[in-house]
């Protein structure tokens, strides 16, 4: 069995090979179960059994190399209808990179400090009073409407109105522009009934670490992604 490496960047994933010795290291480490099922995924890897494009790219190499597109959305909206040859891509690969690893505490650290202002600024310092006045109006309708939109599966799984308000609002005067802006695009009744579920960039993460106990890394720091998105409020 050739073994690979699994990318996601950005929306894309990329798939490659591992060293021999790596892939060696890597074998006395998996069950038995895993192995099996890693042997039958590369026999069907490429069968393309749905009919349908897979927008899995292949790149020839020895092992072969494997590319793929994704989108940041709850993954429950796209999972059941990724192919599995792009699945089987997934499952067979023995490292998987992603944009950023969401599971890293260290990442998730990074990310939530650097959406906050300077220590002593808030966003009623950065735009206009008008706007922030809207702002404020807009985000306390918002609030109002949540216990409206949560889901009776939320509500089982313990998630409340004031769960879910700090899972997406929580501490927006603090934030930079850029964060708020995708606050405001996540304050939706459809966002809100699936606040609940990982994103497919976590949820796939999950999966390659916790499920097929894969070597997980990330071709991206949270500082630079950062940095990156401080340049559009510039």
């Not at 310092?125 to 006045?133: F, G, K, S, T």
């Not at 997406?168 to 606040?195: A, C, D, G």
Request: aromatic share 10%; proline share 5%.
């Amino acid at each position: 069995m050739k073994l690979r490496f699994f990318m996601f960047s950005f929306t894309i994933f990329f798939v490659c090979g591992l060293s021999s010795n790596a892939r060696k290291k890597r074998e006395k480490s998996a069950s038995s179960q895993v192995t099996s099922r890693r042997q039958h995924h590369q026999q069907q890897l490429l069968s393309g059994r749905e009919g349908r494009p897979s927008f899995l790219w292949r790149i020839e190499r020895e092992p072969p190399a494997y590319f793929y597109g994704t989108i940041h959305v709850p993954y429950t909206k796209v999972w059941p209808q990724i192919p599995t040859n792009s699945k089987d891509a997934l499952t067979s690969s023995d490292k998987v990179v992603f944009e950023l690893d969401l599971t890293d505490e260290e990442t998730m650290t990074s990310l939530n400090d650097c959406q906050l202002l300077e220590e002593g600024r808030r966003l009623s310092d950065v735009l206009p009073p008008e706007m922030m006045r809207r702002l404020a109006d807009h985000i306390a309708r918002v609030k109002m409407l949540i216990p409206d939109w949560l889901t009776d599966e939320q509500k089982r799984k313990g998630f409340s109105a004031d769960m879910i308000y700090e899972m997406t609002i929580h501490e927006w005067e603090r934030k930079k522009p850029i964060w708020v802006n995708f606050i405001l695009q996540s304050l939706t009744r459809s966002e809100t009934r699936s606040r609940h579920l990982p994103w497919l960039d976590l949820f796939l993460t999950q999966q390659a670490a916790d499920t097929n106990r894969q070597e997980v890394a990330s071709i991206e720091s949270a500082q630079e992604q950062c940095t990156t998105l401080d340049g559009l409020d510039a």
